[in-house]
């Protein structure tokens, strides 16, 4: 995720939408045992979630505008994952020209987002 060349924001929003892989695999088996009585699970959990809202806030600069990216691609996985109909390519591109205009405005005085 922070390797990738459109960056994180990018790859987290866009990623989202991708049912069916490894990674959806193993990631619903990890929520699934989190449900129970695996403390373990749900830490390993929260974990990657700190860790991608993490490369999004490096990105960004903002810690609550990545928190709110992190929040988006959760819906957009929930769409997805259901089978809703979730935004096109287009539509992505717009929500990430959004949080670019966000973070410029939050950006310090005279700086930009990271």
């Given at each position: 995720?922070?390797?990738a060349?459109?960056?994180a ?26 449900q ?6 749900r ?8 860790a ?12 609550v ?23 096109d390519d287009r ?5 990430l ?16 987002p990271?």
């Open positions: 995720m922070r390797t060349p459109e960056g924001t990018d790859y987290l929003l866009r990623t989202s939408t991708v049912i069916g892989g490894e990674f959806e695999v193993v990631y619903l088996a990890a929520s699934r045992v989190a129970g009585a695996s403390p373990r699970a830490a390993v959990l929260d974990d990657a979630q700190t991608w809202t993490a490369a999004v806030q490096d990105e960004l600069g903002d810690p505008l990545a928190r709110a990216v992190s929040l988006m691609g959760e819906g957009l996985y929930t769409l997805a994952s259901v089978g809703a109909t979730g935004p539509e992505i591109d717009e929500l020209t959004l949080v670019r205009e966000i973070a410029t405005v939050r950006a310090p005085a005279g700086g930009a990271a």
